[in-house]
């Protein structure tokens, strides 16, 4: 039975919050994790995480959670398993051997709960998103760099937001640029991939066009929005930022981007016009 699950239509479509995290907290229960390393072979071979699977559910052990990282520059790769070992401890070194010899499995490294009840994987660091170092922010954290250092800074911090968004966007399209080449459809699309799946809102491109120079762009439910729904007023400086550096790059020539439409003044989603500044 699925509780406490948060249903939300963005658009016409179905959202589901995506829970981060390489832990589990469930109390009294004997948790353990597995650090397991799968050849660069598997990913070309369908059935081979069935088998693994396969493998611990002929122990009767529950896996009560799974990660799979993305192929490593060597082409393996890293799973993360917490496993429940409530009243099965006796079967411990059996589960052990048992992944080993699972099918292109080249290394197990069991991780001890830190204490009863709580198991977490200590062995992935750094994070890293398209061969760079990244880290996660919590609302509470980035709500102390934005919203609390604007109070203390005053008006002129919008413009430190927008540059650093300008500087964080045009990196990413060189970034882009570098991984997926340069058809401009290709690196629309991975920036509004890339864009909603590190948090920054659901971006969607309304009109590009390089040769005129402009662009059309919304975002809805921007991380932002529960900094400055009470101000009154547009607010999305750093995200506007971000894509006016991206378009920057994309365009080849300096931009200027508004924000027309915001949901700090109550409107259904953020809405940005970024054209090619004039000489």
Request: proline share 4%; charged share 25%; glycine share 8%.
């Given at each position: ?106 290394e197990i490294i069991p991780v001890k709960p830190l204490f009863p ?163």
């Open positions: 039975m699925i509780t406490n699950l948060i249903i939300r239509l963005i658009g016409g479509r179905m959202h589901k919050p995506y829970e981060m995290g390489r832990f589990v907290y469930f109390p009294d229960r004997d948790l353990q994790v597995f650090h397991v390393t799968l050849s660069p072979e598997a990913v070309e071979l369908p059935g081979i995480l069935a088998q693994l699977f396969s493998s611990i559910a002929s122990l009767n052990v529950p896996v009560v959670h799974f990660s799979l990282s993305r192929p490593r520059l060597d082409g393996s790769h890293e799973i993360t398993l917490i496993v429940d070992l409530t009243n099965l401890s006796e079967i411990y070194d059996d589960l052990v051997r048992t992944i080993k010899k699972a099918p292109y499995v080249e009840g709580f198991a977490a994987d200590d062995v992935f660091f750094p994070l890293m998103l398209d061969g760079l170092r990244a880290i996660i922010m919590r609302e509470d954290v980035y709500k102390g760099l934005i919203r609390n250092l604007w109070e203390k800074i005053g008006e002129n911090y919008r413009v430190i937001l927008y540059h650093i968004g300008y500087e964080a966007g045009r990196n990413a399209y060189i970034r882009h640029k570098k991984t997926f080449g340069e058809k401009n459809e290709r690196l629309l699309a991975v920036f509004q991939a890339i864009f909603q799946q590190v948090g920054y809102g659901i971006l969607k491109w309304i009109y590009v066009s390089r040769s005129e120079g402009w662009a059309i762009a919304t975002v809805e439910d921007p991380f932002e929005r529960h900094l400055f729904k009470d101000r009154g007023e547009p607010s999305g400086h750093l995200i506007r930022g971000i894509l006016a550096g991206w378009l920057s790059e994309f365009f080849g020539k300096t931009v200027i981007a508004k924000e027309t439409m915001c949901v700090a003044v109550g409107d259904p989603y953020c809405k940005y016009y970024i054209k090619v500044k004039e000489d």
